[in-house]
């Protein structure tokens, strides 16, 4: 049983990295990001009391701090009903590695990379 568990496990965490990198792959490839380091994709839902000041400590910390190896901070919005998405998106003006997408976003871009 335990042996089941672990393979089933391990499937999921695999099929899961492989998502990930299948994403940004085509947002490298079909989008206006950088091509080169290391993306940290952040899902969000209903979080528009804690997002902003989440947001700014992570990019202060990219920024400024010794993380100069990330390149792009991408949200990825899971249908909020609130206005996580949209206080997300006023930070992007402001910060130029910060990328906002919707939920619905990601899982085209995920659908394109299997397309090509």
Do not use: P
């Not at 009903?81 to 910060?95: G, H, L, P, S």
């Amino acid at each position: 049983m335990e042996l089941l568990l672990n393979t089933i496990f391990w499937t999921l965490a695999i099929y899961g990295l492989f998502e990930i990198i299948k994403n940004i792959v085509y947002l490298c490839t079909y989008t206006q990001l950088k091509s080169d380091g290391i993306y940290l994709i952040i899902a969000v839902k209903n979080q528009e009391e804690e997002i902003e000041g989440f947001l700014r400590a992570t990019l202060f910390k990219i920024l400024y701090g010794r993380e100069d190896y990330f390149k792009n901070v991408i949200v990825a919005d899971l249908q909020s009903t609130d206005n996580t998405k949209e206080i997300a998106k006023k930070m992007a003006e402001e910060y130029e590695c910060l990328k906002v997408i919707s939920w619905k976003e990601c899982k085209d871009i995920i659908d394109n990379v299997d397309d090509n």
